[in-house]
T-cell receptor, first 115, second 114 residues
């Protein structure tokens, strides 16, 4: 069964460092998303990406964040200068085109720990 | 703006008992509604979804949910709890237009008592 793959599963970084979280969406999907879940809190939308551009972003997704689809398979989230409060589980999701009947498939997540 | 409220951050039921997890939504347009389950140290798995077909939706693992527009609710039920149902459950809403991002509730942790 096709699945969304995220790497690494866990990353520890020092405050102020740049991190890149990687995702391989399901191959025929065209909508891509990043969500995050701070420990003990709800899952929050960060950004959506379609047709090689950001289609929507939340207030959390400030200038420190960027997304890219560098080739036909990967979808990355970059945090330029990490802060302690960026520590969270980051989920990538993807779905096919079409409204309503298509579910978003989530990856297993990357746990980012900023120290 | 859309939002979801999940009543009860923790719910405990005995094995074999009815599971009822509550979700109320707010949306200015007809919503799509979802229940996701998260097992420890794992990602989010779709249990079921409502997209304006039947109001009673059946999902995986014996779960079902009923969309009640008059009550703006989408409660999740299972007739008989199993130990393997212990997990975190998230209700989510998305709109029918645009990129259909998901807005999640705060989650309900379900504990099954042997």
């Amino acid at each position: 069964e096709p699945e969304v793959t995220q790497t690494p599963s866990h990353q520890v970084t020092q405050m102020g460092q740049e991190v890149i979280l990687r995702c391989v969406p399901i191959s025929n999907h065209l909508y891509f998303y990043w969500y995050r879940q701070i420990l003990g809190q709800k899952v929050e939308f960060l950004v959506s990406f379609y047709n090689n551009e950001i289609s929507e972003k939340s207030e959390i997704f400030d200038d420190q964040f960027s997304v890219e689809r560098p080739d036909g398979s990967n979808f990355t989230l970059k945090i330029r200068s990490t802060k302690l409060e960026d520590s969270a589980m980051y989920f990538c999701a993807s779905r096919t085109p079409g409204t309503g009947n298509t579910e978003a498939f989530f990856g297993q997540g990357t746990r980012l720990t900023v120290v | 703006a859309q939002s979801v409220t999940q009543l009860g951050s923790h719910v405990s039921v005995s094995e074999g008992a009815l599971v009822l997890l509550r979700c109320n939504y707010s949306s200015s347009v007809p919503p799509y509604l979802f229940w996701y389950v998260q097992y420890p140290n794992q990602g989010l798995q779709l249990l079921l979804k409502y997209t304006s077909a039947a109001t009673l939706v059946k999902g995986i693992n014996g779960f079902e949910a009923e969309f009640k527009k008059s009550e703006t609710s989408f409660h999740l039920t299972k007739p008989s709890a199993h130990m393997s149902d212990a997990a975190e459950y998230f209700c989510a809403v998305s709109d029918r237009f645009g990129n259909e991002k998901l807005t999640f509730g705060t989650g309900t942790r379900l504990t099954i008592i042997p």
